[in-house]
């Protein structure tokens, strides 16, 4: 299997791309690079000439890509879009990864099918990742709402918390709503009328 | 009976108000479907979403099926455009910088405009644009193609993006999908100088979309979605209505925009530069009005025509417009019908009565801004 392939990362958070470029390198990939921001692309892709380019699905600058694969010519070493109807298999995979891959015309499957393979793996690591630590954010949000509404109750009816605790999840039972709803409303109507 | 789950892509922007608005007042629901907007975060998501069966339809720019049909830009499939969504609604600016050196033009004039853009510094003029197969790009070339001294550089800018490109001097000049041409100029970063519509009066711009095997495969499903729409697209065009949808388009969940970037679009008055006072631009945007939902084949032949397609391109063109869906599913419920599905593209110049299947209806101006007139009544649908 030869590594010798050019492989351009786009993605703003230094973060995520310094991840997957680790992927790769770890994979035996020499020729990595990232860039932030498509607005420079066309001189990247000029410059790194790369085989593959490696977008996140939700990354607008999609759009601009597509563009350049779009008007640049054979020589210039056109992008095109990676969606191999004869692997559904991937192609599924990199859609529910959330990893975008486009790919110079003509370019040998086999060659750049480890590539996608890695590029898949991370990403779905790196959103398993992200959705864990998103609920963990939420978790601790909501808390400090339930928190702030249960102080809210404690006040204007003179109750101890737990009391204050029961009257919200009593609310929520009856209306056949969530905990943390009741509480925002309640928090978002003393708001107001403060 | 429970209703039909339908997942329907789309970009959020002003002209989505028709699918926004057969889910939210219930059009959708009284067609016995369950309306699932998902949005998207960019032309080319969207179309792969679409033609992997991910989305069972999808709110497209016009010209994405017609190139999908020819084969062009990354992922062939056979799309189909089974009805219009929204006609016009777009606007061509230039950088405040620009607008400065070109000095006073009046608004509206492609000719002047060009003119005065050649006169300029002999350096490409960059203009960004949304996506390469949008009715933007095919306005735009059209435009420029009429003067070749005028060298043009076209960059794909996502239409969020557009202000923040042209407030860093990445593009000199934009032509965008509203709220994004009022979001520039309530910034201060440009201006606006012509609509879409100065170049051609009446172009189809969004189109409601699927997959060509879905329709055939889901009859029922096709029918109460193009009802939905189009009863939602006539409720659109009625003045009365309108403070109404700006308030329901605003929404966190929807364009998540003040409502006075979402105003000029629905009410037809632009603020063409900052501090100024709203000007008003006829037919601006329409999504009902003078037959703007009918999918016209012959509309379909000129995109095919501009993206450089033969004959047999074109005649495929026509195929993925679908008028005979449209007479078929919204005939019954009184649409009115024109008797042609093409039409020569470019002769009308002044609101025309023309035979229908009511008696008349009132065709708005499809004029050229260079007079050019476009006949495929010999080129057949494939």
Redesign the interface.
């Known amino acids: 299997m030869r590594k010798d392939l050019s492989i351009l990362v786009v993605e703003a958070d230094s973060v995520k791309a310094k991840n997957i470029i680790d992927a790769l390198l770890e994979a035996g990939w020499n020729y990595v690079h990232a860039i932030a921001q498509v607005s420079g692309l066309e001189q990247s892709v000029a410059k790194h000439a790369p085989d593959i380019v490696l977008i996140d699905i939700a990354n607008p600058d999609r759009d601009t890509l597509e563009h350049i694969g779009a008007v640049s010519d054979a020589k210039s070493r056109a992008v095109a879009m990676f969606v191999d109807q004869t692997d559904q298999h991937l192609t599924q995979a990199a859609l529910a990864a959330g990893v975008s891959a486009y790919v110079v015309d003509g370019l040998q499957m086999n060659r750049i099918k480890s590539v996608i393979e890695t590029a898949i793996a991370r990403f779905q690591m790196m959103r398993q990742m992200q959705s864990e630590l998103d609920a963990a954010k939420q978790a601790l949000e909501d808390r400090k709402t339930v928190d702030r509404a249960k102080g809210i109750l404690m006040r204007k009816r003179s109750i101890p918390e737990d009391e204050a605790y029961k009257l919200i999840r009593k609310a929520a039972m009856d209306q056949g709503r969530k905990v943390i709803d009741v509480a925002q409303a309640l928090v978002t109507a003393s708001d107001l009328l403060s | 009976m429970s209703n039909t789950v339908l997942n329907c892509g789309y970009v959020p922007l002003v002209d989505s108000a028709p699918l926004i608005i057969a889910r939210e007042l219930g059009f959708a629901a009284e067609e016995g479907l369950d309306l699932n907007l998902i949005q998207q975060?960019?032309?080319?998501?969207l179309r792969?979403?679409l033609?992997?069966g991910?989305l069972d339809a999808a709110q497209m720019l016009s010209p994405m099926p017609v190139a999908m049909s020819l084969g062009?830009?990354?992922?062939p499939a056979k799309i189909d455009s089974l009805m219009g969504l929204s006609a016009n609604g777009t606007v061509f600016g230039v950088s405040t910088r620009l607008a400065d050196a070109l000095g006073m033009l009046p608004f509206g004039d492609p000719n002047l405009l060009l003119s005065a853009l050649i006169t300029r510094d002999p350096q490409p003029l960059r203009v960004g644009v949304?996506?390469?197969?949008s009715m933007h790009r095919l306005l735009l070339s059209y435009w420029i193609g009429t003067a070749p001294d005028l060298k043009v550089e076209?960059?794909?800018?996502?239409p969020?993006?557009m202000a923040d490109?042209v407030a860093e001097g990445?593009v000199d000049a934009f032509w965008v999908g509203e709220p994004w041409g009022s979001a520039i100029v309530g910034r201060g970063v440009g201006s606006i100088l012509m609509a879409g519509r100065h170049v051609w009066g009446f172009a189809p711009e969004k189109v409601l979309a699927a997959r060509h095997d879905w329709i055939a495969d889901n009859p029922d499903t096709t029918r109460q979605l193009m009802r939905a729409v189009y009863q939602s697209a006539r409720w659109l065009d009625l003045e009365k209505n309108k403070p109404l949808a700006i308030e329901i388009l605003g929404r966190s969940e929807h364009l998540n925009l003040a409502h006075e970037v979402i105003e000029p679009a629905v009410t037809g008055f632009l603020t063409l530069t900052q501090g100024g006072t709203p000007t008003k631009v006829d037919r601006f945007l329409m999504f009902h009005n003078h037959a703007a939902s009918f999918p016209w084949r012959s509309q379909a032949a000129w995109i095919a025509g501009q993206l450089g397609a033969d004959a047999t391109g074109i005649g495929r063109a026509k195929q993925c417009f679908r008028t005979d869906l449209y007479r078929e599913n919204l005939g019954p419920i009184g649409a009115d019908l024109p008797g042609a599905s093409e039409k020569i593209e470019g002769t009308i110049r002044e609101e025309t009565a023309v035979a229908s299947s009511r008696g008349q209806m009132i065709l708005a101006p499809d004029a050229f801004f260079d007079g050019r007139t476009f006949d495929f009544a010999a080129t057949a649908a494939e």
């Not at chain 2, 062009?72 to 992922?75: D, E, K, T």
């Open positions: 975060p960019s032309w080319s998501a792969d979403m033609a992997l991910h062009l830009g990354g992922l949304p996506f390469p197969f076209i960059v794909t800018v996502p969020p993006r490109a990445h």
